[in-house]
Antibody
Framework: EVQLVESGGGLVQPGGSLRLSCSASGFSFSIFAMHWVRQAPGKGLEYVST????????YYADSVKGRFTISRDNSKNTLDLQMSSLRADDTAVYYC??????????????WGQGTLVTVSS | QSALTQPPSVSGSPGQSVTISCTGTSSDVGIYDRVSWYQQPPGTAPKLVIYEVTTRPSGVPDRFSGSKSGNTASLTISGLQAEDEADYYCSSYTTSNTWVFGGGTKLTVL
């Protein structure tokens, strides 16, 4: 069974930084692309970022490009999202999501339970 | 990348069929057969119910079906059940090598 457990969320001031992590189990982590998707309170889903299975390619939504960095450690089955220059509109539940295949074009498939990031002074 | 367009809400009675539309552009829905649909009951994480326009993951009832014509994809739920009440989101791969989601549709089972 696919299990994705996010951690690292919390309250951060505008302009601050935060690092989210996702621990994966129940599947061969190194052969699947991984994504981050977020959902602001009471709002819809918003794509954030993708990293391919080998970590050799990364992709970002325009809204986070230059501020967020996605990375993975296939030896530890972990996915990270380093977030900097945080703004109030980054407040959301951040979901770690497994792709159906190894490339960015693979459908966003299996979701974790999410971790809440609140950006506020 | 602009969000895909979905109706804010749809409704139907048990046993009926409902269809949710998802309109994009020639840079996403219209050019790729990489449209997915997600079901999100209140307070839970989304669940994939359709991918690559028409394919159901294992365990998803065949009451759920997907289609696409031009820049618009659709999700049809037949034989509505109370447990189908949820928010539904579409998503599509884009020419920017990213994904884009729709604004979501609230399905109410009357």
């Amino acid at each position: 069974e696919v299990q994705l457990v996010e951690s690292g969320g919390g309250l951060v001031q505008p302009g601050g930084s935060l690092r989210l992590s996702c621990s994966a189990s129940g599947f061969s982590f190194s052969i699947f692309a991984m994504h981050w998707v977020r959902q602001a309170p009471g709002k819809g889903l918003e794509y954030v970022s993708t990293i391919t299975s080998l970590g050799d390619s990364t992709y970002y939504a325009d809204s986070v490009k230059g501020r967020f960095t996605i990375s993975r450690d296939n030896s530890k089955n972990t996915l990270d999202l380093q977030m900097s220059s945080l703004r109030a509109d980054d407040t959301a539940v951040y979901y770690c999501v497994k792709g159906l295949g190894g490339m960015v074009v693979s459908a966003i498939a299996d979701w974790g339970q999410g971790t809440l990031v609140t950006v506020s002074s | 990348q602009s969000a895909l367009t979905q109706p804010p809400s749809v409704s139907g009675s048990p046993g009926q069929s409902v269809t949710i539309s998802c309109t994009g552009t020639s840079s996403d829905v219209g050019i790729y057969d990489r449209v997915s649909w997600y079901q999100q009951p209140p307070g839970t994480a989304p669940k994939l119910v359709i991918y690559e326009v028409t394919t159901r993951p294992s365990g998803v009832p065949d009451r759920f079906s997907g289609s696409k014509s031009g820049n618009t994809a659709s999700l049809t739920i037949s034989g509505l059940q109370a447990e189908d009440e949820a928010d539904y989101y579409c998503s599509s791969y884009t020419t920017s090598n990213t994904w884009v989601f729709g604004g979501g549709t609230k399905l109410t089972v009357l």
